[in-house]
């Protein structure tokens, strides 16, 4: 038993001895990397510092060196925004997207890691174009134009009153531009519209203003995640990022401020979008040609037919049904998408329809009229004449005409209103999601005209406050 | 009508709501109309707040709730983080209509964000007596006079001097203010984003007649080079020169008396500058609003990083008396209105954040 045991214990102490030996052989390559890359990350946070510093020398007395070095400034410039009558829900952007970004904090990085997009999968991005580089202090400027098709899921109603919101994403093609889109800063971002634009000499449409936005969606890179790499444990590497924010704000322990960067690290779990919502509403000169247009030509083929008192009242019918036909599809084929989309989702016709329908119930009862008068006339009955009545029957229908148009007047200026804050504020930034977080800038119309940065105020000039 | 699993209604059901709505629109797109109806209904359940404020803080708002947001949702659980979408939305207004817009009893903004004067502020409750705001102060911005660094005679500024100067029919000269500069007219220029008329009646100054105006207040820092006798009104920040990239000012120290004492516009001091010129940042958080509960857990984010955060957004932090103070009166509403299972996502994960965090201003100071 003892020499048993006395073996057992000389393998068992081999072993060890072993497992220990080849422990340290395994584990000092790794540790050894491990060093390496921490030693490798913080030499490429000095050179990024170093690199900031040149602009911002007293960035570390106020802690923002790293901040300030991985900012992006960016910009976009609309130079069109149309939409043809066949597509109203497709909308072309076209313009120029500029970036600004210190390259030394995104080694490798290029432009072509990012595309612009759309929420729905009918979106057609250009491609970048007509670059242009320059680098000034150490900093990148990069800018390109682009064409960008998009597809927006919209109802129709109250057509051509109708608003919308179109939805521009800065897209990452490469997992590692990630972290580039969260540093892409919110408040100097600049969305300008090309004056043509806003004076609509090039577009049915105005803006009434735009949104600028960063969502943050854990679940999305969660799942994302478990596609890509199944063995991943994002949990483990939650709860390795959570203990890291355990620490204490050694800013305020210290005294100094310390970058908020090391306090808050971003987490790779989230994925963060950035986009830009312009709210669109048609021009109203464009609505009501859209809407008097069609309707008056309509109108005025039904009223013209009423009227053509040389005709029987029969014929006055026939030939109203018919011009009114034609140019409903004259209407229809030239200001609106479709004919479905006139006869069944456009208010103003169904309007039009009842004059149209109270003008042929009048024709009826006129036909009515004729043949009693001619029974009349026939027994020899003195009667008035039949303009006397024909008249107070243009009278009615040309006061119903007036009325209508009235109405149509009033309810296009209660359509014209801007929607009420949360229900735009929603509507243009929620991603069809109901998960996540957003940040979201409102820029109003003023805000994205050009400005002009200086002006000389004349004497007596009075300036509101 | 809307299905109690999804929330969602069926295309056909909302045609049958809506007779304008036709069945070839909801099929134009790859999204249809069902999923329309569906996110704006999400929508509106959805955690969403709207804050006025501005221009001048929305950098600092905006810069600092993305760190919130980052933060609290990193301590977060995923059952915590499910089941919701917290929007925050950003509207800018001068700070006087913001004030108005926001004190109006019929105002849909949880928030609004102002500079104002701090013996104002001290004075009156926010939004008058019986108001459901309270006024969290954040920190400090302060106003300076800048001059071109071609202009190599004016090294100080004496603003009694000024104000005499300003009197005078036909405008201040520099020579006014030191009878050793040049007797050429000083040239004012200022900056919209601020409320430079109330500024300088503040110090005594009458408004000049003729006046440049900058779209920006970094814009007029670019464009004060345009002229030697050139001198700016504007908000100054210690990361001015480092923001505009090396434009080339110089922001000149004030005389306040006699004595020829002067005092630069440093966050050093905050106390020693002419207080007229001192601006306080307040966050006024509608108590009564229903996500009230994610502004002032973003309000106790900022006081708990105020240096660190502040220091970062070019704001002066709070000094600590004024920290704690702040916290306290924070700390009394949430103790009010303590976070429950039915809270906003983003406030559970707030408290998820303080919890591993647990640290206050107090205890910083303490140290």
Same mark, same amino acid.
Request: proline fraction near 6%; charged fraction near 15%.
């Given at each position: 038993?003892?020499?048993?045991?006395?073996?057992?214990?000389?393998?068992?102490?081999?072993?060890?001895?072993?497992?220990?030996?080849?422990?340290?052989?395994?584990?000092?390559?790794?540790?050894?990397?491990?060093?390496?890359?921490?030693?490798?990350?913080?030499?490429?946070?000095?050179?990024?510092?170093?690199?900031?510093?040149?602009?911002?020398?007293?960035?570390?007395?106020?802690?923002?060196?790293?901040?300030?070095?991985?900012?992006?400034?960016?910009?976009?410039?609309?130079?069109?925004?149309?939409?043809?009558?066949?597509?109203?829900?497709?909308?072309?952007?076209?313009?120029?997207?500029?970036?600004?970004?210190?390259?030394?904090?995104?080694?490798?990085?290029?432009?072509?890691?990012?595309?612009?997009?759309?929420?729905?999968?009918?979106?057609?991005?250009?491609?970048?174009?007509?670059?242009?580089?320059?680098?000034?202090?150490?900093?990148?400027?990069?800018?390109?134009?682009?064409?960008?098709?998009?597809?927006?899921?919209?109802?129709?109603?109250?057509?051509?009153?109708?608003?919308?919101?179109?939805?521009?994403?800065?897209?990452?093609?490469?997992?590692?531009?990630?972290?580039?889109?969260?540093?892409?800063?919110?408040?100097?971002?600049?969305?300008?519209?090309?004056?043509?634009?806003?004076?609509?000499?090039?577009?049915?449409?105005?803006?009434?203003?735009?949104?600028?936005?960063?969502?943050?969606?854990?679940?999305?890179?969660?799942?994302?995640?478990?596609?890509?790499?199944?063995?991943?444990?994002?949990?483990?590497?939650?709860?390795?990022? %959570?203990?890291?924010? #355990? &620490?204490?704000?050694?800013?305020?322990?210290?005294?100094?401020? *310390?970058? +908020? @960067?090391?306090? $808050?690290?971003?987490?790779?779990?989230?994925?963060?979008?950035?986009?830009?919502?312009?709210?669109?509403?048609?021009?109203?000169?464009?609505?009501?040609?859209?809407?008097?247009?069609?309707?008056?030509?309509?109108?005025?083929?039904?009223?013209?037919?009423?009227?053509?008192?040389?005709?029987?009242?029969?014929?006055?019918?026939?030939?109203?049904?018919?011009?009114?036909?034609? %140019?409903?599809?004259? #209407? &229809?084929?030239?200001?609106?998408?479709?004919?479905?989309?006139? *006869?069944? +989702? @456009?208010?103003? $016709?169904?309007?039009?329809?009842?004059?149209?329908?109270?003008?042929?119930?009048?024709?009826?009862?006129?036909?009515?009229?004729?043949?009693?008068?001619?029974?009349?006339?026939?027994?020899?009955?003195?009667?008035?004449?039949?303009?006397?009545?024909?008249?107070?029957?243009?009278?009615?229908?040309?006061?119903?005409?007036?009325?209508?148009?009235?109405?149509?007047?009033?309810? %296009?200026?209660?359509?014209?209103?801007?929607?009420?804050?949360?229900?735009?504020?929603?509507?243009?930034? +929620?991603?069809?999601?109901?998960?996540?977080?957003?940040?979201?800038?409102?820029?109003?119309?003023?805000?994205?005209?050009?400005?002009?940065?200086?002006?000389?105020?004349?004497?007596?000039?009075?300036?509101?406050? | 009508?809307?299905?109690?699993?999804?929330?969602?209604?069926?295309?056909?059901?909302?045609?049958?709501?809506?007779?304008?709505?036709?069945?070839?629109?909801?099929?134009?797109?790859?999204?249809?109309?069902?999923?329309?109806?569906?996110?704006?209904?999400?929508?509106?359940?959805?955690?969403?707040?709207?804050?006025?404020?501005?221009?001048?803080?929305?950098?600092?708002?905006?810069?600092?709730?993305?760190?919130?947001?980052?933060?609290?949702?990193?301590?977060?659980?995923?059952?915590?983080?499910?089941?919701?979408?917290?929007?925050?939305?950003?509207?800018?207004?001068?700070?006087?209509?913001?004030?108005?817009?926001?004190?109006?009893?019929?105002?849909?903004?949880?928030?609004?964000?102002?500079?104002?004067?701090?013996?104002?502020?001290?004075?009156?409750?926010?939004?008058?007596?019986?108001?459901?705001?309270?006024?969290?102060?954040?920190?400090?911005?302060?106003?300076?006079?800048?001059?071109?660094?071609?202009?190599?005679?004016?090294?100080?500024?004496?603003?009694?001097?000024?104000?005499?100067?300003?009197?005078?029919?036909?405008?201040?000269?520099?020579?006014?203010?030191?009878?050793?500069?040049?007797?050429?007219?000083?040239?004012?220029?200022?900056?919209?984003?601020?409320?430079?008329?109330?500024?300088?009646?503040?110090?005594?100054?009458?408004?000049?007649?003729?006046?440049?105006?900058?779209?920006?207040?970094?814009?007029?820092?670019?464009?004060?080079?345009?002229?030697?006798?050139?001198?700016?009104?504007?908000?100054?920040?210690?990361?001015?020169?480092?923001?505009?990239?090396?434009?080339?000012?110089?922001?000149?120290?004030?005389?306040?008396?006699?004595?020829?004492?002067?005092?630069?516009?440093?966050?050093?001091?905050?106390?020693?500058?002419?207080?007229?010129?001192?601006?306080?940042?307040?966050?006024?958080?509608?108590?009564?609003?229903?996500?009230?509960?994610?502004?002032?857990?973003?309000?106790?984010?900022?006081?708990?990083?105020?240096?660190?955060?502040?220091?970062?957004?070019?704001?002066?932090?709070?000094?600590?008396?004024?920290?704690?103070?702040?916290?306290?009166?924070?700390?009394?509403?949430?103790?009010?209105?303590?976070?429950?299972?039915?809270?906003?996502?983003?406030?559970?994960?707030?408290?998820?954040?303080?919890?591993?965090?647990?640290?206050?201003?107090?205890?910083?100071?303490?140290?």
């Amino acid at each position: 038993m003892n020499r048993f045991s006395r073996r057992q214990l000389v393998q068992f102490v081999v072993c060890i001895a072993l497992t220990l030996l080849l422990a340290v052989r395994f584990a000092e390559p790794s540790s050894a990397q491990a060093r390496t890359e921490t030693s490798g990350a913080l030499a490429s946070q000095q050179a990024i510092i170093a690199a900031t510093k040149q602009i911002d020398p007293e960035c570390d007395r106020f802690g923002r060196c790293l901040v300030n070095a991985k900012m992006v400034f960016a910009s976009l410039d609309v130079e069109r925004l149309t939409s043809s009558l066949d597509q109203p829900n497709n909308y072309t952007i076209s313009g120029w997207f500029s970036l600004n970004w210190l390259p030394a904090a995104y080694p490798g990085w290029q432009p072509s890691n990012l595309a612009l997009g759309c929420r729905s999968s009918g979106c057609r991005f250009s491609g970048w174009r007509d670059n242009f580089t320059e680098e000034i202090s150490g900093r990148r400027f990069w800018t390109a134009r682009f064409e960008l098709e998009a597809q927006e899921a919209d109802s129709f109603f109250a057509y051509p009153f109708d608003q919308h919101w179109v939805k521009v994403l800065i897209q990452s093609t490469t997992p590692s531009t990630d972290e580039f889109i969260h540093y892409i800063d919110l408040n100097s971002f600049s969305v300008e519209l090309a004056p043509s634009l806003m004076q609509g000499r090039n577009s049915n449409f105005k803006v009434n203003y735009a949104t600028l936005g960063q969502q943050a969606n854990f679940f999305l890179r969660n799942a994302s995640n478990k596609a890509v790499e199944a063995g991943a444990a994002p949990q483990q590497q939650r709860d390795s990022k %959570s203990s890291q924010n #355990a &620490s204490t704000d050694p800013s305020e322990a210290s005294g100094k401020p *310390v970058e +908020s @960067d090391l306090i $808050f690290p971003v987490s790779n779990d989230e994925y963060i979008s950035t986009s830009i919502s312009f709210h669109l509403v048609r021009r109203t000169p464009a609505a009501l040609l859209m809407i008097a247009t069609p309707m008056l030509l309509i109108l005025f083929n039904t009223i013209m037919a009423f009227h053509w008192r040389e005709n029987s009242p029969a014929s006055r019918f026939g030939s109203s049904g018919l011009l009114t036909t034609v %140019s409903l599809f004259f #209407a &229809s084929r030239v200001f609106r998408p479709d004919v479905d989309q006139l *006869v069944f +989702s @456009d208010v103003w $016709f169904i309007v039009v329809f009842i004059v149209i329908t109270i003008n042929n119930v009048i024709l009826v009862w006129l036909f009515r009229f004729y043949k009693h008068r001619s029974e009349l006339k026939r027994v020899g009955t003195t009667i008035p004449p039949a303009w006397k009545t024909e008249n107070r029957l243009s009278l009615i229908s040309g006061s119903a005409v007036i009325g209508v148009i009235a109405a149509l007047f009033l309810i %296009s200026l209660t359509m014209l209103r801007p929607p009420a804050i949360p229900i735009a504020f929603l509507a243009g930034n +929620s991603n069809h999601d109901d998960v996540g977080a957003s940040v979201v800038k409102v820029i109003e119309r003023h805000e994205l005209l050009p400005s002009e940065y200086l002006i000389n105020m004349p004497p007596g000039s009075q300036r509101q406050d | 009508m809307v299905s109690a699993a999804t929330g969602c209604r069926s295309t056909d059901q909302l045609v049958a709501i809506n007779p304008f709505l036709s069945r070839r629109s909801a099929k134009n797109s790859d999204l249809n109309l069902a999923e329309i109806q569906a996110s704006y209904d999400q929508s509106l359940s959805n955690d969403h707040l709207a804050v006025l404020g501005s221009q001048l803080t929305r950098e600092l708002i905006l810069n600092n709730y993305i760190r919130f947001m980052m933060a609290s949702r990193a301590s977060a659980t995923p059952d915590i983080l499910q089941g919701n979408f917290t929007s925050f939305g950003y509207f800018n207004a001068p700070s006087k209509t913001a004030r108005n817009e926001y004190c109006k009893s019929t105002s849909k903004f949880a928030g609004a964000v102002l500079i104002g004067n701090i013996k104002n502020e001290a004075q009156s409750p926010p939004c008058g007596p019986g108001s459901s705001t309270i006024r969290i102060p954040l920190g400090y911005s302060l106003r300076g006079f800048a001059v071109p660094s071609a202009n190599r005679f004016a090294q100080r500024l004496d603003l009694a001097a000024l104000a005499r100067a300003s009197q005078k029919p036909d405008g201040a000269r520099w020579s006014d203010l030191d009878p050793s500069w040049p007797k050429r007219r000083i040239r004012w220029l200022f900056s919209s984003q601020a409320d430079f008329l109330a500024d300088l009646r503040s110090v005594g100054i009458k408004p000049p007649a003729r006046y440049q105006l900058a779209a920006t207040y970094l814009s007029a820092y670019q464009n004060l080079g345009n002229h030697p006798d050139n001198l700016l009104l504007a908000p100054t920040n210690p990361g001015l020169s480092a923001t505009l990239e090396g434009a080339r000012f110089q922001i000149l120290p004030l005389q306040t008396g006699p004595e020829g004492r002067t005092v630069a516009a440093t966050a050093d001091n905050l106390q020693s500058y002419p207080a007229q010129l001192v601006k306080g940042l307040y966050l006024y958080l509608n108590t009564k609003s229903a996500n009230s509960c994610i502004i002032a857990s973003f309000a106790d984010f900022m006081l708990n990083h105020n240096a660190t955060l502040m220091n970062e957004n070019n704001a002066i932090p709070l000094p600590p008396a004024e920290l704690r103070a702040a916290s306290l009166a924070l700390q009394n509403h949430q103790r009010s209105a303590p976070i429950g299972a039915n809270s906003p996502t983003l406030c559970k994960a707030y408290a998820e954040y303080t919890k591993r965090n647990q640290h206050t201003p107090q205890q910083a100071n303490n140290r």
